[in-house]
């Protein structure tokens, strides 16, 4: 009776040994996931505050899919055309500052723009003014990277990334950053989520994406600036 006693004690404690360990690899293995690793796939720039929020509203009313077309003349402040369909001269391509112009002043925020510069190499030019004296007595500050230009986009500034173009002959290119919860490792291998004008038209794209028709642009060769709403 005793053995049998013992048997049955002794399998018990065989099983609870085997659940025990079951356990704790689980928890090893949980614990063996570097936190940095974790946080790559959270959310990387804090909510997007309410002032965020109108930023996204005016964007996703832009209707900029079927405004600001590439090869039309277009009215800078609403994108329709305004010349002719088979117009070829000068100003009829892609409108990528025009229209971040136009969601600036939408939003209260002055940028360079008509009748200061014309359309054409606007983009470059734009990128040359928010880093001018000019540009910062206007209320444009330098975010220092992707990250701090998303953190500073999802808590309501206005923020661009824009480009210069090596070339002077050559236009550059601008995109407005979109508020948004997306996650460290997204950002890092795309960059923000962005709306633009530009050879193809995106509500809702990302910058490296939207960078890639200018070699050298993005990542190293791009700047981030940012602009307060009014309160």
Same mark, same amino acid.
């Given at each position: ?50 002032? +965020? ?7 996703? #009313?832009?209707?900029?899919?079927? !405004?600001? !077309? ?29 229209? /971040? ?11 360079? #723009? ?12 734009? @990128? ?14 330098? +975010? /220092? ?37 997306? @996650? ?17 038209? !995106? ?29």
């Amino acid at each position: 009776m005793k053995k049998s006693l013992i048997r049955v004690f002794l399998s018990l404690v065989t099983r609870m040994a085997v659940v025990l360990v079951a356990l704790t690899g689980i928890t090893v293995a949980a614990e063996n996931i570097p936190s940095s690793a974790r946080s790559a796939e959270q959310p990387c720039c804090g909510p997007v505050t309410p002032a +965020a929020q109108a930023i996204l509203t005016v964007l996703d #009313r832009s209707d900029v899919e079927h !405004l600001w !077309l590439n090869h039309h003349h277009v009215n800078w402040e609403t994108g329709q055309p305004d010349k002719p369909d088979d117009y070829s001269g000068p100003g009829n391509h892609t409108h990528c500052s025009a229209f /971040a112009a136009a969601m600036g002043a939408r939003l209260g925020v002055y940028m360079l #723009r008509p009748p200061e510069h014309s359309q054409i190499l606007l983009a470059s030019a734009q @990128t040359r003014w928010f880093d001018s004296q000019e540009g910062r007595q206007a209320g444009w500050i330098r +975010a /220092a990277d992707a990250l701090h230009a998303q953190q500073l986009a999802n808590q309501g500034m206005l923020v661009v990334i824009s480009y210069e173009s090596p070339d002077k002959h050559r236009p550059g290119h601008i995109v407005i950053v979109r508020p948004s919860l997306i @996650t460290l490792a997204r950002l890092r291998a795309e960059g923000p989520y962005i709306t633009q004008a530009g050879t193809h038209n !995106l509500l809702v794209g990302n910058a490296a994406t939207a960078f890639a028709g200018h070699p050298g642009a993005w990542p190293d060769g791009v700047k981030f600036f940012a602009h307060a709403l009014r309160q």
